[in-house]
């Protein structure tokens, strides 16, 4: 018990990195973007309802949420209810729930590992695995309230499930159906969580194959091995249904799907069954089972029309590339194709991969339903995440079993430890065996003793060799994640300024970088639902050269204008964009262009890396001078501490006239002499005259 405890620990610390980011005077500061979204909902639901006996609330969600990830908003809503109901309980409540959902994932990858391995240490040391990949640690980090790390604990659990019915092979007690409804609970839970879970659902059908196919092989019966996984399928099936019927979630293609998949699996079984009476080979079979797969892809659609509509969604929602980080592959980018996802798993995937190849040859050479759940799990998530990184949590998962065991037999190797009884079995043997020699050992799981002094000592180096790039990538990663202090401070000082000037929603709207715009919304105004205006309009903004015509356009809309340093230090802006006349001069004139009339900059962090600004009408200074000549006309401003000079030039009409306007209060110099332009002035457009 000490052992897991302290398994757990390192899982839990290597999730509260970013505590002092996360809770700041008195505020839940949440990490990244997306959570606010969830943040916004659950406060929404808070305020529709009085208490927890009120679930008629979840019925009347809107589209966005019902077809998004109801059950997560649904569970955060209840939780929060629970700790009191109001928005400090909800931000409480998304940000330990993430840390929550790996505590459970630690300890089903403990059970998993001493389960499938016959050997506790192999348990332990995946948890310690998963505590040290950084694309799992990051996701389920205290504050990341994204929807990840809810998937993460129904794909665990569906893993576990599968796991005890690939040992029960009859229904005459009352295991298989305590485990077979666990499978239906988080089938279900896996669909209604996020609107691709069923795109988490395909290992389930892929094992039943493979596990069929090996069961042609062994002469053993097909339906009798895999009909506890049709009752949990069936469970699954019938829950989503009701949650469909009562609370109108996901679209019917979404919630059918574990019908669909059990369909699929049903005429798996049955055809497998069919063979084994008739003689058929195995390699037959598989391409008995190809052929219907294409067949049914090709007539589903034309009998459902929906269906065709979801898969057409599913390829492009895998596909897609928004721009977001998220959406690239593991392999991707500038650092290649081995050190790229050493930056999110560490060295645990290259400790993983040799042991996931060799236990897939082994499941293939023997009958091991078991061992075959994880592999299944392994490739497919591998595949995934090399379409989409955002899959890398999910692959974490079973990597860490194999990281585990790879961790174990590496330190036996090195004399260090026993080993690893399972590994040294009739691993190689190449003839299927008549039963399941896994199940068989694992009831004699091995239990590991308290080392010596310098067992511990060595295995803490073997650790501390294993989690050398994870040390490095958790912490990075976590803080790449965190709202920075100069982004917290505008967005705090945004609200206060808000209430003084009496503004109200969509008057206090803030248009920033999308990365961060719901952050901002959220601390200024509470509407931190969807970043879309921000996304579609801030980053043609930015390289604009009309200032005017976007002062025209974003007036009636927005309340301030955010700038900030480029994320990425070789991104450049053109000297005519906006983003460098005002981020860089303030609004004011150059060479290389004209000074702006409307951007007002009234806050600027201590470090200069980010500035508010703004819209205002402008006062209009006129006055006469020598024709055709240039007039200057300056001021100088201070925001917060940081001193500048607005500055711009205009030239005189052919009698002498000029018109210019500003956005600053203050005195102006004109050729000379002085002017005093008021605030009033500023804002309601004013004329100020030179004499």
Known sequence: MGAILGSLFVVVVLRLLAYPQVFRNGDVVLLG?????????????????????????????????????????????????????????????????????????????????????????????????????????????????????????????????LVVLSDLETLRDWRPWVAASGLGIAIAGQTLAWEAGPLLLLP????????????????????????????????????????????????PVVAYAPFLLLLGCLAVLVATELASRTGLAPKYLAGVEFIGLVAGAVILPRVLPAVATGLDRGVDFLLQTEGIAETTSILSGQLGSIFGPALLFGWTLFLALPYLCWLSLRAYRQHTPTVLIPVIYGWFFLLLAIVQLRFAGELAIPIALFAGLGFVHLTSWLEISDEVAYLSSDADSSSPPATNPQAQSSTHSFVPTMPDRQTAFALFGAFLLVGSMSFIMVPIKTNQLTIPDDQYQAATWMDEYADQQGWEYPDNYVFSPWGRNRVYNYFVNGESRSYSYAQSNYGAFITATDGDAWYTRLR?????????????????????????????????????????????????????????????????????????????????????????????????????????TVPYAGTYTVNGGQVEVSTTAIRQNETVSVS
Not at 82 to 95: E, K, Q, R, S
Not at 610 to 620: D, E, H, N, Y
């Open 33 to 161: 973007n997306d959570p606010y979204y969830y943040r916004y909902w659950v406060e929404h639901l808070l305020t529709q309802s009085s208490g927890i006996n009120e679930l008629q609330v979840l019925s009347s969600l809107p589209d966005l949420v019902s077809r998004g990830e109801p059950l997560l908003v649904a569970t955060l809503w209840i939780l929060a209810t629970l700790l009191g109901g109001d928005a400090g309980a909800a931000g409480l409540v998304l940000a330990w729930y993430p840390v929550l959902s790996a505590l459970v994932v630690g300890l089903v990858i403990y059970l998993l590992g001493s389960h499938l391995f016959a050997d506790r240490r192999v348990g332990l040391a995946a948890v310690i695995m998963l505590a040290l990949i950084p694309a799992h640690a990051f996701r389920t980090s205290l504050g990341y309230a994204d929807h990840h790390a809810f998937d993460y604990v129904w794909l665990a659990l569906t893993m576990a499930a």
């Open 204 to 251: 389930v059908g892929i094992y039943l194959v493979g596990q069929s196919l090996s069961a042609l092989r062994t002469e053993s019966s097909p339906l009798r091995s895999g009909g506890p996984l049709l009752i949990g399928l069936g469970v699954g099936a019938l829950l989503t249904h009701v949650a469909h019927q009562v609370f109108t979630w996901h679209t």
């Open 556 to 660: 009636d809309r927005v309340g301030f204008i955010v700038t900030q340093d480029p994320i990425q230090e070789d991104t450049t802006f053109a000297a005519q964009s906006l983003q460098t006349r005002l981020h860089t001069q303030y609004g004011s004139g150059s060479a290389a262009a004209p000074g702006l009339a409307h951007y007002r900059a009234v806050y600027v962090s201590p470090d200069g890396s980010v500035k508010v600004f703004t819209l205002v009408p402008g006062a209009q200074v006129v006055g006469t001078a020598p024709p055709n000549s240039d007039v200057s006309i300056s001021t100088t401003q201070s925001v917060n501490g940081h001193q500048f000079t607005y500055s711009r030039t205009v030239e005189t009409t052919a009698d002498g006239r000029y018109t210019v």
